[in-house]
């Protein structure tokens, strides 16, 4: 299973990064998803990479509008991990950031939490104003 980590409290405009790493197998066979949810709210998609082995370019990456210009994510092939660099946070950025995965030939989706088939516990983000 997935897990995060670098999560944190900052103020709004600052910067952090999150890590999602998976044990026992390589990421590159995942498409991986960065999800979010705030209190009360619905679970929702943040950003998402496609496998890195996919026959079409492994870069390909999906953001949801909220976050696009601000959010970038990207792979460590030797790490075997799966970045979500956050900039210029806001406090509606504010949620617990889940990452998940799924075994894959291609594509990955920000829309639907029922494509990804392992989810990692969260890490927490606060953005204060």
């Known amino acids: 299973h997935p897990v995060e980590s670098g999560g944190g409290s900052v103020q709004s405009g600052d910067s952090l990064k999150l890590t999602c790493t998976v044990s026992?197998?390589?990421?590159?066979?995942?498409?991986v998803g960065w999800f979010r949810q705030a209190p009360g709210k619905a679970r929702e998609g943040v950003s998402c990479?496609?496998?890195?082995?996919?026959?079409?370019?492994?870069?390909?990456?999906y953001y949801a509008d909220a976050v696009k210009g601000r959010f970038t994510i990207s792979r460590d092939f030797v790490k075997n991990a799966v970045y979500l660099e956050m900039n210029n946070l806001k406090p509606e950025d504010t949620a617990v950031y889940y990452c998940?995965?799924?075994?894959?030939?291609?594509?990955?989706?920000?829309?639907?939490?029922?494509?990804?088939?392992?989810w990692g516990q969260g890490t927490q983000v606060t953005v204060s104003s």
């Open positions: 998940a995965a799924v075994r894959a030939s291609e594509d990955c989706t920000v829309r639907s939490t029922f494509y990804y088939d392992y």
């Open positions: 026992g197998d390589k990421m590159d066979f995942y498409a």
């Open positions: 990479v496609w496998p890195a082995l996919a026959s079409t370019a492994s870069t390909n990456t």
